[in-house]
């Protein structure tokens, strides 16, 4: 298989690291890749925070639901949808625009996604292992206020990187779901009952469906991290509900 979709299907996340540094060439390397990236009308919308402060890491992995693995990473870089600096730009040419609406907020989100993961990508190819931060998104006052972050710059997703110890090498990669309950032809085709017990009957095993899930549920979507997110979502969107 080419070495690139190996990475691919070889790639999971790494919570555990060695504690030695990556490189300045290494982090280089990633910045650029980053950079590299498709964006919309080849904008780059997006900025990239590179935490190199130890105390700023230390409380990041507190805001991200109390996960201390963030504080040992030798590399961490939070990835922002970056709305402000095309406004400010705008301004500066003598403009007078419109303000960053929902259409901004999400197209530079995702923009700043797709960023990150080429990003995971070099970093597999330098045999560095990553892990996504979601929960970057918590705790908005705080971040805000910790990072600077201005109003019109959301931030999408936080990569923490360093060099894996052998017992993540060795660790197997999480099974994904078959894909012919993820890909639909042409339009989308809600799954039945029967197909979604089939979909989770592996990663359920001898626990069963309803256990699983709903053991699933409680973890994930109505933990108290998850209502947290879900409120601070509506705060760092909140500045794009006035615009257009």
């Known amino acids: ?29 990633l910045l650029e890749a980053a950079h590299q990236a498709p964006t919309g009308g080849n904008q780059q919308s997006y900025a990239i925070i590179d935490i190199t402060d130890q105390a700023i890491k230390d409380e990041l992995a507190e805001l991200c639901d109390h996960q201390p693995f963030i504080a040992t990473a030798d590399v961490v870089l939070i990835f922002c949808g970056d709305s402000q600096r095309n406004l400010d730009t705008y301004r500066e040419a003598g403009m007078e625009v419109r303000l960053p609406g929902l259409s901004s907020a999400l197209g530079s989100a995702v923009g700043a996604a797709i960023v990150a993961q080429n990003v995971v990508v070099a970093a597999e190819a330098l045999g560095l292992g990553s892990c996504y931060i979601g ?6 006052e705080r971040v805000r206020e910790l990072l600077d972050i201005p109003e019109y710059v959301i931030p999408a997703a936080m990569l923490v990187i360093g060099r894996p110890t052998q017992q993540q090498k060795d660790r197997p990669k999480p099974e994904r779901f078959e894909g012919k309950y993820l890909v639909h032809e042409n339009r989308y085709r809600r799954l039945s009952g029967e197909e979604l ?6 990663k359920a095993g001898a626990k069963g469906f309803d256990a699983w899930v709903k053991a699933l549920c409680e973890r994930k979507y109505e933990s108290d991290f998850a209502k947290e997110m879900a409120r601070s979502v509506k705060v760092w969107l909140k500045p794009f509900m006035d615009g257009e």
């Open 197 to 202: 017990r089939d979909m989770y009957r592996k």
């Open 135 to 140: 929960d970057i998104m918590e705790n908005c």
């Open 1 to 29: 298989m080419d070495p690139i979709m190996q990475s691919l299907f070889d790639r999971k996340s790494v919570r555990v690291f060695t504690g030695e540094p990556v490189t300045a060439e290494e982090k280089a390397l």
